[in-house]
């Protein structure tokens, strides 16, 4: 199971929203880089970088996304409102490990078919955020008429890999991630990264023996409830 520590940027800091709301959001850090190369100093392989004023529509922290890749000295999963290709193009040209497709994978199947053909399974996850089990979208605003499975099973057949699957009624609760939803996607025979709700070392025991990929760890660590070296020590018992 591998550890993504979280960089949720807005206003180019590093926050963490609570249940997806743009308005409840607390800052921990200015620079978004020495957060990264704090995490690498712990030990950690990859980060998970998210610029929330894009995934909002209230602006984007672009020059300081291309930065972060440049600078971090992290394998780097990028998302947050990468909703056109060119978007998706611009992160990868620009060095991200994986990108993360959002709300296109919802409404735009050939979009993500085309980007599959392009970069391969490796380069790209798709992020299915549900509320109620239905696919949520456009900032966790607005719910589609369509399962969180069901938008899995068809980035399944479309030749996705990787799915980072987050319960937004979790997000930044510490309220635990969402396993059930989690593992029915597993079972598809996608790689799962479990996000949102993580806060506690047996959390991340539940994820590792849930036979899931991964798990996104923000708000836990943030606030000290457990560092990112024990963490990863779990992740990889």
């Known amino acids: ?14 926050v963490r929203l609570r249940q997806g ?9 200015e620079d978004p880089v020495a957060v990264a190369h704090a995490f690498a100093r712990e030990g950690a392989r990859w980060v998970h970088f998210v ?29 947050g409102g990468l909703r056109t290709e060119a978007a998706i ?22 979009m993500v078919e085309r ?13 299915i955020d549900a509320k109620d089990g239905r696919v949520a979208v456009r900032g966790w605003t607005e719910v589609f ?21 987050t319960d937004v009624a979790r997000d930044g609760m510490l309220s635990g991630p969402d396993l059930d939803g989690a593992r029915a996607i597993a079972a598809l025979g996608l790689d799962v990264i479990a996000s949102g709700g ?6 991340l025991r539940r994820v ?5 990929a991964g798990a996104i760890v923000g708000r836990a660590l943030y606030e000290g409830r457990f560092t990112l070296a024990e963490g990863l020590a779990c992740g990889a018992v």
Request: charged share 25%.
């Open 115 to 127: 980007l599959l053909a392009r970069h391969g399974p490796e380069r790209l996850a798709v992020g």
């Open 21 to 29: 709301d743009a308005h409840r959001s607390t800052a921990y850090a």
């Open 51 to 79: 610029d929330l004023d894009r995934a909002f529509g209230t602006g984007d922290n672009r020059d300081l996304a291309r930065r972060f890749l440049a600078e971090a000295g992290l394998q780097t999963q990028v998302g």
């Open 89 to 110: 193009e611009e992160m990868v040209a620009w060095g991200a490990t994986r990108v993360v497709i959002g709300t296109k994978a919802a409404t735009d199947p050939a």
């Open 145 to 165: 008429d369509v399962t969180a499975l069901e938008l899995a099973r068809r980035v399944h057949a479309q030749g996705a890999g990787t799915v980072i699957y």
């Open 1 to 14: 199971m591998e550890l993504y520590p979280a960089v949720d940027v807005q206003g180019g800091r590093v």
């Open 198 to 203: 993580v806060a506690s070392l047996d959390d």
């Open 208 to 212: 590792r023996a849930a036979g899931l």
